[in-house]
């Protein structure tokens, strides 16, 4: 069984950084794609970053330069490190696995693929 445990979450002042982590078992860790998605209230499911099974990292353009997605494969752990944070950044962000390509609009389909629970982060200005 996929488990995917995300931690790390917090309230943090605009321009502070925060680092939120993914535990992950029941699956082949190395080589798999990964993604971090996150979800404001009132506003859609966006893909922050993904990690392809190359270990290739692509960021949302809204992150890019900010946020930096890493793999530690000894201890099949994922990370989001988020610096120059933003209050646009208020979301719950969730770890993802074995989805078959990138969501596009509208609530964040737990059923599709492997969901975390979620971690919360609060930016605020």
């Known amino acids: 069984e996929v488990q995917l445990v995300e931690s790390g979450g917090g309230s943090v002042q605009a321009g502070g950084s925060l680092r939120v982590s993914c535990a992950a078992s029941?699956?082949?860790?190395?080589?798999?794609?990964m993604a971090w998605y996150r979800q404001a209230p009132g506003s859609e499911c966006e893909l922050v970053s993904t990690?392809?099974?190359?270990?290739?990292?692509v960021y949302a353009d809204s992150v890019k330069g900010r946020f930096t997605f890493s793999k530690d494969n000894s201890q099949n752990t994922i990370y989001l490190q988020m610096n120059s944070l933003k209050p646009e950044a208020t979301a719950v962000y969730f770890c993802?696995?074995?989805?078959?390509?990138?969501?596009?609009?509208?609530?964040?389909?737990?059923?599709?693929?492997?969901w975390g629970q979620g971690t919360g982060v609060t930016v605020s200005s």
């Open positions: 990690i392809t099974s190359d270990g290739f990292t």
């Open positions: 993802t696995a074995g989805l078959p390509g990138v969501l596009y609009g509208g609530t964040c389909p737990h059923d599709i693929g492997s």
């Open positions: 029941g699956f082949t860790f190395d080589g798999s794609a």
